[in-house]
């Protein structure tokens, strides 16, 4: 196939997310198909979560609420772990962190709190360890709304776990806090009534069929994963039966030099990516709204690319 040609007036757009039109439809206020009033979400969340749960804004807004209830002072500081412990973290994270106070990346004896970035779907290995340390522990699951370890108890370590709905369901906002202390949940969100209501109206028709919306994120994103090794890509990140990508991180093994020649190059092309910064990889989207052709399509700019860098 040759070289694909974009109209900047006209790109197709392809989003981490996977949100779509039935998400606009069903999260702006219009009515949605399913009509339930069953509260098919809320009962699933309080099966699973149990009752101490709040409906948030964001992913963000869940950190941010998390992160308020120690009282923090401007002085102190929030340490972050991630699973692979490298450089890279969203800035999600770390802007909550500095609208209250300090963050860095290695326990010290300063740390007041462990923020816990389980990351792009892949658990932090070592919860044990942290745990033992006895300090207050925040687990952002934001992007591993549906992965876990062997021993069932992400999202279980800490005072707080943390998720995002956008980043698995056809929405573009909200999340939710767990707070995991034996005290009646009492925190405050900005999220109104309205939007909570849309919000369950896409919950409502999607919980049901977790299943398959499952299976069709893995195959997606399997397929996906095989095309890149045919141009000599591996995957970043070890997989298993309990993990849930988010994303479709790539490690790069020095075959692009300019990696981030090539985020501006897939984001021209409609298609959200970032560098894996601090190692030698990238990611691109992964959901279960994708197709076999939109992976080709990925595929097809990144092959352009490394044939024009020859």
């Not at 699933?44 to 209830?69: P, V």
């Not at 300090?102 to 462990?114: A, C, F, G, S």
């Not at 990351?119 to 942290?130: A, K, Q, T």
């Not at 969100?189 to 849309?198: C, P």
Request: aromatic share 12%; hydrophobic share 35%; glycine share 6%.
């Amino acid at each position: 196939m040759s070289e694909i040609h974009t109209n900047p007036n006209n790109v197709l757009r392809y989003r981490i997310s996977p949100y779509t039109a039935t998400g606009i439809f069903n999260g702006c206020g219009l009515k949605g198909k399913s009509g339930s009033t069953i509260d098919v979400a809320g009962n699933y969340f309080r099966k699973r979560f149990g009752n101490n749960i709040c409906y948030t804004t964001t992913g963000r807004e869940a950190i941010s609420i998390a992160l308020r209830s120690y009282h923090l002072e401007p002085s102190d500081l929030v340490t972050i772990i991630t699973t692979s412990q490298n450089f890279y973290i969203s800035g999600c994270v770390t802007k909550e962190i500095e609208k209250i106070c300090q963050w860095n990346r290695v326990i010290v004896p300063q740390t007041k709190v462990l923020l816990v970035n389980h990351e792009f779907g892949h658990i932090y290995p070592d919860m044990d360890v942290l745990v033992a340390l006895g300090l207050p522990i925040i687990e952002d699951c934001c992007t591993t709304f549906f992965s876990q370890n062997t021993a069932g108890r992400v999202g279980t370590y800490g005072d707080f776990s943390t998720y995002s709905f956008s980043k698995f369901f056809p929405v573009p906002m909200g999340g939710l806090l767990i707070d995991n202390r034996n005290t009646p949940c009492s925190h405050v969100s900005a999220i109104d009534a309205e939007t909570k209501a849309n919000l369950t109206e896409v919950l409502n028709r999607e919980i049901p069929d977790l299943a398959k919306l499952l299976t069709k994120r893995k195959k997606i994103f399997e397929y996906g994963i095989e095309r890149f090794r045919q141009l000599g890509f591996e995957e970043r990140f070890k997989q298993d039966k309990l993990t849930v990508p988010v994303a479709m991180m790539i490690r790069n093994k020095g075959i692009i030099r300019d990696l981030p020649a090539l985020k501006t190059e897939l984001w021209r092309h409609g298609i959200e990516a970032s560098v894996f910064y601090g190692e030698d990889a990238f990611f691109v989207p992964s959901h279960q709204n994708l197709t076999e052709a939109d992976v080709d399509y990925f595929f097809q700019i990144i092959q352009s690319f490394i044939q024009k860098a020859l």
